[in-house]
């Protein structure tokens, strides 16, 4: 069976540092990826997907970035984080079929930016 | 891009039947429709899908007219543990494979005793 891992559960960070969020997905081959995130009480912003190996498509301009250095793994980063990062962030992935719709997420990570 | 439009919030009570309805009035031919459910602090879960007329699994129900322009989820004799944010999708279909998955506001459904 699928399963999709995300860490850590919960992170404090400065404003001005670095971050760097992973998931990983485990019992497929060449899922779709995803980040999104969601501020308190709204809905869900897509962030990045990635329907392949460096291809990842970027929906929000911010500073922070993604990567997929393997097929199962999706990274997403940032160099300095700003107050307005703070939120819920989840990471989800699908099978790679333009009809499929069904998304499984992770547990995702609370983001504080202190 | 099909964008979708649904109502903010919904109050029912426990053993309703609760009807959530969707507009997605720029829907493509291929697109096919999706429920997710989600909980507080938790990610979205995936309820159900349809292309077109009725689907029905051993949560919801999902009925779609022939134009397809609007779509309703059905939830049979609601408890208090269906309160939740409920998000209707509509495809969008990306280029390469798979869909880009756009979730908009949702619908808060709050169901009491």
Redesign the interface.
Known sequence: SQTIHQWPATLVQPVGSPLSLECTVEGTSNP?L?W?RQAAG???Q?LF?S??ID?I?S?VPQNLSASRPQDRQFILSSKKLLLSDSG?Y?C?W???????????????T?LTVV | LAKTTQPISMDSYEGQEVNITCSHNNIATNDYITWYQQFPSQGPRFIIQGYKTKVTNEVASLFIPADRKSSTLSLPRVSLSDTAVYYCLVGDMVTGGGNKLTFGTGTQLKVEL
């Open positions: 779709n995803y999104y709204r809905g869900l897509l997907y329907i392949g291809q498509s929906e819920f989840l989800a699908s099978m790679p079929d333009r009809r499929n719709t069904e998304a499984f997420f992770g547990q995702g609370r």
